[in-house]
């Protein structure tokens, strides 16, 4: 079946989402939100309703779209334009019968005991490709403004070789930055050699730790941790862009008096608007596909 209606409800979200907002209202939807009060680019869009429930704004259209992430405490829905807060349980409990579209879900299980359908952007590849693009801009914007030296001709290393690893590798390499990217699986360590960076296999990470003046963790793991931070420059600069709990000990890379910078939801930071028109691309092909 063909979602062919022009009215769609968004709860929740930042400012990724008001973009969106203003994009769907200019494509002619209707578009009914809650979370969103506070606003003020919404406040005078004509096709735009600010619902004063939850319940109110859920009603009126067969689709939900969330936040991305939807919670970053997986207690309550990501609201930073929300006055109240909304909690998961009663989000969930309010979207019964409708469909869901949000990113980095997390709470799959208790959708799927209440028969919750559901897509995750994150696991779009369409999607996540794009916004790889985003992420990689932002990381290497923080990379220049928290260190001293130029990129070009810096020791950088790429730890993970996945999405964002491989788009990061390609824009360093571009800068000029020796790009070393660090791996687990043989396959990987093989496509390095063959894009021209320079190989580490996971198993050979502590005795090349010491080189780098920026590390780059994509890894949703914590792999620097214990012993291995010791191995690091006093003045390296660490950022670790993996979802929580991170892949770095921040405890105790602190006590070490590391630099590290968690960055999370980059895309958001440092490219809105772009992103807001990759998750209305991909939210256009779901829809299709209903």
């Known amino acids: 079946m063909i979602y062919m209606e022009k009215a769609i ?36 869009l004509d096709s ?46 309010a979207i019964k019968g409708k469909y869901l579209i949000a990113g980095n879900i997390g709470i799959k299980d208790e959708l799927d005991a209440k ?36 990129l070009h001709g810096s020791n950088v290393l790429v730890m993970g070789f996945g999405r964002i690893g491989k788009v990061l590798a390609k824009m360093l390499n571009g800068i000029g930055a020796k790009v070393y990217c660090e791996a687990r699986k043989n396959e990987d360590i093989s496509w390095i050699k063959a894009y021209g960076y320079n190989p580490i296999h996971l198993n050979d990470l502590d005795e090349n730790l010491g080189k780098f003046e920026i590390i780059i963790n994509t890894i949703p793991f914590q792999l620097l941790e214990g012993k291995r931070l010791d191995l690091i420059k006093k003045d390296a600069v660490i950022i670790d862009l993996a979802s929580n709990p991170g892949g770095v000990d921040r405890k105790a890379a602190r006590e070490k008096k590391l630099k590290v910078i968690w960055a999370l939801s980059l895309p958001a930071k440092v490219a809105p608007l772009t992103s807001a028109e990759f998750i209305k691309e991909t939210l256009y092909h779901v829809l299709k596909e209903l």
Not at 60 to 84: A, I, M, Q, Y
Not at 120 to 140: M, P, Q, W
């Open 9 to 44: 409800t968004v709860v929740g979200g930042d400012l990724r989402i008001v973009k969106l907002i203003e994009m769907l209202d200019k494509d002619g939807y209707t578009v009914y939100t809650y979370g969103l009060e506070n606003s003020e680019e919404l406040l005078n």
């Open 48 to 93: 735009v309703e600010m619902c004063p429930t939850l319940e109110e704004a859920i009603k009126n259209s067969k689709v939900v779209v969330g936040p991305v992430p939807l919670s970053s405490d997986r207690r309550r829905l990501s609201t930073p334009f929300g006055r109240n807060s909304v909690e998961l349980t009663d989000f969930i409990s």
């Open 115 to 150: 028969g919750i359908q559901y897509t995750d952007l994150l696991k779009r590849e369409e999607f996540s490709v794009l916004n790889t693009i985003a992420t990689a801009e932002g990381t290497i914007q923080i990379a220049m403004e928290e260190t001293q030296r130029t």
